[in-house]
């Protein structure tokens, strides 16, 4: 039997990377100082900015808003409903609950009243549902924190997306994304700064801290995730990690710190988009052009 390294009691969790025990009281203090040094290690924000941490309804968006609120951080909570049918019914409950159990403010943004639902943008565009949907919420975080008066937007981006994405665009040399892979995005040119507290925690570690945290979350993927790259590359990194602890963490650690100064390069000029004003490389922006396709798609039927 396990004891916890800090008081000896019986241990509820065991970290094989870094060899130490914990008692569930131990595990969450262990949890939050981590947060916090890692939020200081970057220097993410400070206790005078106000947080938009976007929410899915997932173990880890929702760890990191919990964690922030008991570390005395202004966060609110951002939930963006794709109209996924039960999966978005479900997860947009579980995020009104757990705001409202904490008395903490969730903006709500429903795509069926902005552009399209994501089935029906599917029905309609050519591309894999994942890369559209990055791109909405990608636009509707940045949008929202604007227009509320929030200076960061914080993700709850975990070490086994963050490995899997550099591992995806390693096999592709992908430098574009390679060069802007950063658990911190600076703000300028129209973009509040956005942040990854988690990045330093599988998500296995976050489902702990949610579980030991009492923290109701929804366990099902997004059904339009199914068969996606990532899942697989993801598969591949934990058999590695499941014989060598520690191997995910050394990898995106390292390329942080040896080749990610290496690959930084000037960034496109960005300007506001002539339609909703967001920055875009281009006279309108990417989301604006799918409205308009959207519309055009829709007249035409």
């Given at each position: 039997m396990r004891r916890c390294y800090k008081c000896g009691q019986k241990a509820v969790v065991y970290l094989r990377q870094y060899r130490i025990a914990f008692c569930k009281e131990h595990y969450l203090e262990w949890y939050l100082k981590r947060v916090q040094e890692t939020i200081k290690e970057f220097r993410m924000f400070g206790k005078g900015d106000r947080v938009l941490v976007a929410v899915s309804g997932g173990k880890d968006s929702l760890s990191l808003w919990d964690a922030l609120h008991r570390l005395g951080y202004e966060a609110g909570g951002l939930y963006i409903d794709l109209g996924i049918g039960d999966y978005s019914r479900r997860s947009r409950e579980v995020c009104e609950k757990f705001a409202r159990e904490r008395s903490l403010k969730l903006h709500v943004v429903e795509l069926s009243k902005e552009i399209a639902t994501i089935p029906e943008i599917r029905e309609k565009e050519k591309r894999p549902a994942c890369s559209f949907c990055g791109q909405i919420k990608r636009y509707y975080m940045n949008h929202v924190a604007k227009k509320e008066g929030y200076s960061v937007v914080a993700t709850g981006h975990n070490l086994d997306d963050e490995s899997a994405t550099l591992f995806s665009n390693v096999l592709?040399?992908?430098?574009?994304?390679?060069?802007?892979?950063?658990?911190?995005?600076?703000?300028?040119?129209?973009?509040?700064?956005?942040?990854?507290?988690?990045?330093?925690?599988?998500?296995?570690?976050?489902?702990?801290?949610a579980f030991l945290s009492g923290i109701e979350f929804v366990e099902e993927e997004c059904p339009f995730s199914e068969g996606a790259s990532s899942i697989e590359y993801k598969r591949i990194l934990s058999e590695i990690e499941e014989k060598s602890p520690g191997t995910k963490l050394r990898f995106y650690m390292d390329f942080l710190r040896r080749m990610h100064p290496i690959l930084q390069q000037d960034k496109a000029q960005l300007n506001p988009c002539k339609v909703c004003g967001e920055p875009t490389s281009s006279e309108v922006c990417s989301i604006c052009r799918l409205r308009e396709r959207l519309s055009s798609k829709a007249l035409s039927f």
């Amino acid at each position: 039997m396990r004891r916890c390294y800090k008081c000896g009691q019986k241990a509820v969790v065991y970290l094989r990377q870094y060899r130490i025990a914990f008692c569930k009281e131990h595990y969450l203090e262990w949890y939050l100082k981590r947060v916090q040094e890692t939020i200081k290690e970057f220097r993410m924000f400070g206790k005078g900015d106000r947080v938009l941490v976007a929410v899915s309804g997932g173990k880890d968006s929702l760890s990191l808003w919990d964690a922030l609120h008991r570390l005395g951080y202004e966060a609110g909570g951002l939930y963006i409903d794709l109209g996924i049918g039960d999966y978005s019914r479900r997860s947009r409950e579980v995020c009104e609950k757990f705001a409202r159990e904490r008395s903490l403010k969730l903006h709500v943004v429903e795509l069926s009243k902005e552009i399209a639902t994501i089935p029906e943008i599917r029905e309609k565009e050519k591309r894999p549902a994942c890369s559209f949907c990055g791109q909405i919420k990608r636009y509707y975080m940045n949008h929202v924190a604007k227009k509320e008066g929030y200076s960061v937007v914080a993700t709850g981006h975990n070490l086994d997306d963050e490995s899997a994405t550099l591992f995806s665009n390693v096999l592709s040399w992908n430098m574009d994304y390679l060069s802007r892979q950063f658990p911190v995005l600076l703000e300028g040119e129209g973009f509040v700064r956005k942040v990854k507290p988690l990045f330093k925690f599988t998500e296995k570690e976050n489902a702990l801290y949610a579980f030991l945290s009492g923290i109701e979350f929804v366990e099902e993927e997004c059904p339009f995730s199914e068969g996606a790259s990532s899942i697989e590359y993801k598969r591949i990194l934990s058999e590695i990690e499941e014989k060598s602890p520690g191997t995910k963490l050394r990898f995106y650690m390292d390329f942080l710190r040896r080749m990610h100064p290496i690959l930084q390069q000037d960034k496109a000029q960005l300007n506001p988009c002539k339609v909703c004003g967001e920055p875009t490389s281009s006279e309108v922006c990417s989301i604006c052009r799918l409205r308009e396709r959207l519309s055009s798609k829709a007249l035409s039927f």
